[in-house]
């Protein structure tokens, strides 16, 4: 037995190590009454986009100390590594990822002891039970009456709060009425992304975006203070091209990249020289008729104050 036992850890080792050590993006997820059938249609969905990692935690957490001398990175790893936790890595789309974990879930039905993740309401209309069960369900306080030789819930009932825990009778009535109130799969609670840990509802776009408007503001700084970095660079080298290009353009200095500019704009004046000529004419009639108008109620102001 004990020679099994050691080739199995050994198995699971080598195959844990390939995975950490091939994949940079993970998402850590709680594997909570995920049975050993649900995680193999989880795997089979994900075949060819990633691969899952179920152990114990002590194994895992062994697996990444041996490797932080070439992948030190994954030490972010380590406080998430918890009992009945799943590993999902991921090759490339994180996003579609996410969305096959999601569609892996699965209704179950409620177990006494557990933990509502949900409210559980029991709709009103026939229940299929015999009119001897009523006095099971008048025990659960639910209004019932009898139609056509079968129980009738008259109402619905919120029989069970989020939270609250599923008692006995609580289980054994969604038992009888074929309710299976929860879903169960993998819960996804870090992705790691080559060494950073962030919540899953944060999505791909949502890092571009931020990562985005972090380049900005560094470059912004910066451009301010005068002092270089990656992301000014290309917005100092443009400003200095718009510089020269000005000097170039009011100067004889050229240099090839002005000079498709002077070329463009050679023509330009000429073009627009008569309109420009023409404007300047209408307007000077027209300046001059509303400047008259002026002068004359002066002249009229100043006579009729001297008179």
Not at 29 to 39: E, K, P, Y
Not at 128 to 143: C, H, M, N, V, Y
Not at 207 to 221: Q, S
Request: proline share 5%.
């Amino acid at each position: 037995m004990s020679g099994g036992g050691n080739k199995r850890k050994t198995t699971f080792i080598e195959k844990a190590t390939k995975l950490f050590t091939t994949y940079d993006r993970m998402i850590i997820a709680q594997a909570d009454f995920v049975g050993s059938n649900q995680l193999q249609k989880i795997r089979i969905a994900l075949r060819g986009k990633g691969g899952v990692l179920m152990g114990k935690k002590t194994m895992i957490r062994k697996v990444v100390r041996d490797l932080l001398e070439t992948k030190p990175e994954l030490e972010a790893l380590l406080p998430h590594l918890k009992s009945n936790t799943a590993i999902i890595f991921a090759k490339d789309n994180l996003t579609e990822i996410k969305s096959i974990v999601k569609g892996q879930r699965v209704g179950a039905p409620a177990k006494v002891g557990v933990f509502a993740p949900v409210d559980v309401i029991v709709p009103a209309g026939p229940t299929g039970l015999e009119p001897t069960q009523t006095s099971f369900l008048q025990d659960l306080k639910i209004a019932t009456k009898i139609n056509k030789g079968q129980i009738d819930i008259e109402k619905e009932v919120h029989l069970i709060k989020v939270g609250q825990k599923v008692g006995a009778s609580e289980a054994t009535l969604l038992q009888k009425l074929n309710i299976k109130p929860f879903t169960y799969g993998l819960e996804m609670k870090i992705v790691y992304d080559q060494g950073a840990c962030y919540s899953p509802s944060i999505t791909e776009e949502d890092l571009i975006a931020k990562f985005k408007t972090g380049v900005a503001n560094i470059a912004a700084i910066s451009l301010e203070i005068g002092y270089p970095t990656v992301a000014s660079i290309p917005h100092s080298l443009l400003n200095a091209y718009k510089n020269l290009l000005a000097i170039s353009l009011e100067t004889e200095y050229s240099f090839p990249a002005a000079d498709k500019f002077k070329a463009a704009l050679s023509a330009a004046p000429v073009a627009s020289a008569a309109p420009v000529a023409a404007a300047s004419t209408a307007a000077a009639p027209a300046a001059a008729k509303k400047e008259e108008p002026e002068e004359a109620s002066d002249e009229d102001m100043g006579m009729g104050l001297f008179d």
